[in-house]
């Protein structure tokens, strides 16, 4: 069969490549679309993506000859990231053909293109790992029929050759998948029960019960994620795996309860929240500051977030010694350490709660999210509770791993102090001056409109825009440009007018010019967006800034592979050094001692990986040099 349905057909060698393996098969695997061994073997999973699939499938048990493999998009792209949506639905057809012909137990789509095309979604975060229901509907002897599969997302082979990690994930995805074989049905963890406190006398339970149990898990859904600007809605507890309590702490608004999604039921238990947190606000915080301030001990994922809020607010945790997220940045730091991850990688699998559910409320792009308050409490209080009775689950399985892999004392005396003073450290900021950055903000939007306006003169093109490559590659080869000569890298689309290739022509007195203005206005542009605005329009050093002129960043332990830590939202650790061509805009002049006579100093510790390894080695000769 010859399939045209798209430009594809006639840049490969095997059209509409068809699926291999049992036509009765439990498992089927569907890929992103064939690779060049692929295409020239004519079958698909043969080439190095295809041997890395072999040594998982192995690893977790599962015979490749058992399994129905095949391809999202059936003929051969230049590489998967080129795959659009019109690929994908021009192969439709072909998938709902194999699937009704196998009638697989289970679909496994490994990469984006499956997903997209089986499940309209284009994230694999998003529902890695998880079981969920799958329903084809086709016709058959003239009746309407349906059928019914699992279906689970996880990442392609390929993606593992260049990211090793992945190995660790698509392995849990492809055991987890081996035991739903065995035994018929999904390992899913059941959901806790909630219990939301909606009167004083559910208050004084809470308080009886939680200030009076050796630990507890705890954690706070907020509005924002900066707590010198953002308020906490609820407050989670756990002291078992299946049962929760929900503290609500702030009122939900019109304008949140107007949302389209929204159910009357939504509504009702919103006003019934409003009623008894503006009758009681007082009692309510004054009841989680004792809970937070009692003798138990608490279990935080990311801790210091929440303890931030907690001093904001006049309610900090006492006893806080065990921080999931550290723990497991412990045990591997490779992985990924949000809670679902850490939760389904040890088979806690409550599937996926923390995704599309609530994107649906908020939109999931950084810039532009919306106020947890917009999803609907009742919903709110399932995920809070399934976040700290998962929580619970998670710190008995990370206890147990923290002493096989001899990490306790590491983990007890220094990164649990480290935790709690670098929570100290973002809560208290550093002195900023914050009007002298409006100044500069504005000196740049100046030089850089200014910047703009002298190469569309030297161009003569009015409407140029210098951060199009199309636009200046077209400039540059009607001048003549020497791209070969210096030795310009050549994309699809032609010469790169990248970075390399301005600073090359930028050295060439005869081609100079316009390249030196375009790399200077380059330059501002990058430092304006990512230090003064930040590139999500959320990071960047104006929006960290309180009303008492401190600057509030992150510190982050977990997430460098190296051990080190890492500053983010924002980068404290890589404030730019002053431009000669703007004296006036030294940012790192802006930052300031809190008290007069006090003064802030930078210190670098030269080659420090370099005398680590003289000390641990004692070699002689490395520690001479």
């Known amino acids: 069969m010859f399939c045209d349905n798209c430009e594809l057909a006639y840049k490969c060698e095997t059209n509409c490549m068809e699926g291999v393996g049992p036509q009765k098969a439990d498992i089927m695997i569907v890929g992103d679309c064939p690779s060049y061994t692929d295409d020239l073997n004519g079958e698909p999973f043969m080439g190095d993506g295809g041997s890395k699939l072999n040594y998982l499938l192995e690893k977790a048990g599962i015979k490749r000859s058992r399994v129905y ?188 309860m107007k949302h389209k999604l929204w159910t009357d039921e939504d509504r009702e238990l919103a006003k019934k929240i409003n009623k008894f947190v503006k009758k009681n606000k007082k009692l309510i915080y004054a009841t989680v500051g004792r809970v937070n301030a009692s003798n138990a001990r608490k279990t935080l994922h990311n801790g210091k977030f929440d303890q931030k809020f907690g001093r904001k607010n006049k309610i900090p945790y006492k006893n806080f010694d065990f921080d999931t997220i550290i723990a497991d940045a412990l045990i591997d730091e490779n992985m990924k350490h949000d809670l679902n991850t850490c939760m389904k990688m040890r088979n806690i699998n409550y599937g996926a709660y923390d995704g599309p559910p609530i994107w649906r409320f908020v939109n999931k792009s950084h810039k532009n999210r919306k106020s947890y308050l917009f999803i609907p409490p009742g919903m709110m209080c399932k995920y809070l509770g399934i976040d700290v009775c998962g929580l619970h689950r998670l710190e008995k399985k990370i206890r147990k791993e923290l002493k096989f892999e001899g990490l306790e004392d590491l983990f007890f005396n220094r990164q649990m102090p480290l935790t709690r003073l670098m929570g100290d450290c973002e809560y208290r900021g550093m002195k900023f001056d914050g009007q002298k950055l409006v100044e500069i903000g504005r000196l740049f939007s100046a030089k850089i409109i200014d910047l703009e306006t002298k190469v569309r003169k030297l161009t003569k093109l009015k409407e140029l825009n210098l951060n199009s490559s199309d636009q200046l590659l077209e400039y540059f080869e009607s001048k003549d440009y020497p791209f070969e000569e210096i030795g310009a890298k050549r994309g699809k689309k032609g010469y790169s007018v990248g970075k390399d290739t301005l600073e090359k022509f930028a050295q060439k007195r005869k081609y100079a010019k316009i390249p030196k203005l375009i790399l200077l206005h380059r330059s501002l542009s990058t430092m304006k967006k990512t230090f003064l605005d930040g590139k999500d329009g959320e990071s960047g050093l104006l929006q960290s800034i309180d009303s008492k002129s401190f600057i509030h960043g992150n510190w982050n332990i977990h997430t460098p592979r190296t051990g080190r830590m890492s500053s983010s939202e924002p980068n404290l650790q890589n404030i730019p050094r002053p431009n000669p061509l703007f004296p006036d805009s030294n940012i790192r002049q802006l930052f300031k001692s809190k008290k007069k006579g006090w003064y802030l100093f930078s210190a670098d510790f030269a080659q420090l990986e370099l005398r680590v390894g003289a000390f641990m080695s004692q070699d002689k000769t490395m520690i001479k040099e």
């Not at 035991?179 to 029960?193: C, D, H, L, Q």
């Not at 906490?232 to 609500?248: M, Q």
Request: net charge positive; hydrophobic share 35%; charged share 30%.
């Open 69 to 256: 493999l095949t391809y999202a998009v059936k003929c051969k792209a230049f590489k998967p990231s080129d795959i659009g949506k019109k690929h994908v639905v021009a192969c439709q057809s072909h998938i709902a053909k194999e699937i009704l012909s196998v009638r697989p137990k289970i679909i496994l789509c490994m990469g984006k293109a499956p997903l997209m095309q089986l499940m309209g979604e284009n994230t694999i975060g998003d529902f890695q790992g998880h079981f969920e229901d799958f329903d084809l509907d086709y016709k058959s002897k003239k009746k309407e029929r349906t059928f019914s599969t699992k279906i689970m997302a996880t990442y392609s082979p390929t993606s593992a050759l260049s990211k090793w990690e992945f190995d660790k994930y698509i392995l849990n995805d492809l055991i987890k998948v081996k035991k739903f074989i065995k035994k018929g049905k999904p390992a899913k963890t059941k959901p806790p029960e909630t219990k939301l406190v909606l009167s004083r006398k559910d208050l004084k339970e809470f308080e009886e019960k939680y200030s009076n149990v050796e630990r507890f898990c705890t954690d706070y859904e907020t509005t924002g994620l900066k707590f010198y600007k953002h308020e906490i809605i609820n407050s989670g507890y756990a002291d078992s795996g299946t049962f929760a309590t929900i503290v609500p702490m702030l009122e939900y608004q019109e304008e949140h």
